[in-house]
């Protein structure tokens, strides 16, 4: 079976101010690192908007409707939400394709019907709490995913492994009092959004946060994988895997201090592969979340995705 790849043009299309570091030049790069030919075998396809009422699988309506209330009309404008995150007139479209194609990343790997999928859309999600949006994300895309695969499939079991340098506060938010969902996280702190702790372990010891110091590597990002993250995907035998793949912590990324090289992706990809292999059917959705330079991020993804290729 093949790996497949959620794409779509409109997410292009959510704007960000000039300067902002969440942009569409992020996903531009990530195309052209998919022009090798180690990408030929990669399915594409592209991702379809999902419904307005799909959000509230991981959010109340009222926060759909106050995200609607902040999209602009105007051709070129763009409304501030809060400190750092931005809607343009595009930004709901974008946000629910990119829960479209989580959704039928789920359901196609959940059929059988591929191996994995990476969904390369945008605004990222993570952040985004129950009733709240921030750190650039709208919908929190990985908790829907979650949601869906539980609603539709009956998936006892979810998994969701964070390793964006920033902390998944939003999804920690949305599964700490429920554990059929396990969520693992590493990051570094002290950072944004301020969250994280190795003693914020959900109401069911349902949450692991493995913070990495500033300044740290491969080893350390190593060890807390091996030591942290690993053990507890074991223990809880997941029924399917979600990855939250922010690439921010390699070397080169501006907003962060964790000194990651595009293999160690490699590695953590390979780490839980081998899990969904023992466990889940080999059922891994990964979707994009933050990575901001963007030579950094098209190493880091495109040794990700070349990882879900190889099964």
């Not at 839980?272 to 190493?299: C, I, K």
Request: include cysteine.
């Amino acid at each position: 079976m093949t790996t497949r790849l959620y794409e779509n043009a409109v997410f292009l299309e959510h704007n960000t101010p000039a300067g902002h570091p969440e942009r569409a030049d992020r996903l531009r790069s990530l195309n052209i690192a998919l022009e090798h030919p180690n990408f030929s075998a990669l399915e594409r396809v592209e991702a379809q908007i999902a419904n307005e009422d799909t959000v509230t699988l991981a959010h109340p309506e009222e926060h759909l409707f106050a995200v609607m209330r902040e999209i602009p009309e105007e051709d070129g404008e763009i409304n501030q939400i809060e400190a750092d995150t931005y809607a343009s007139p595009q930004s709901l479209k974008a946000a629910l394709t990119a829960i479209g194609g989580a959704i039928a990343a789920v359901d196609a790997v959940m059929a059988g019907e591929i191996a994995n999928a990476f969904v390369a859309g945008r605004p990222p999600g993570h952040h985004a709490e129950k009733s709240k949006a921030m750190g650039f994300c709208l919908f929190n895309t990985v908790a829907i995913a979650a949601r869906h695969a539980q609603q539709k499939f009956g998936a006892e079991r979810v998994a969701i492994v964070d390793w964006d340098v920033h902390h998944g506060n939003g999804t920690q938010d949305i599964f700490w009092d429920d554990p059929s969902v396990l969520f693992c996280s590493t990051h570094q702190m002290p950072l944004y959004p301020g969250t994280g702790a190795r003693d914020e372990t959900g109401v069911k010891n349902n949450v692991v946060n493995a913070p990495l110091s500033p300044n740290v590597g491969s080893d350390h990002f190593r060890e807390a994988f091996k030591s942290r993250v690993l053990p507890a995907l074991h223990d809880f035998s997941p029924d399917l895997i979600l990855i939250s793949a922010g690439f921010d912590a390699h070397h080169r990324d501006p907003l962060a201090q964790i000194n990651l090289v595009g293999e160690d992706f490699d590695w953590a990809t390979g780490r839980l592969m081998e899990v969904a292999d023992r466990f889940a059917h080999n059922r891994v959705v990964s979707l994009l979340e933050g990575g901001y330079d963007l030579e950094g991020l098209a190493e880091s993804a495109g040794l990700h995705i070349l990882r879900l290729m190889k099964g």
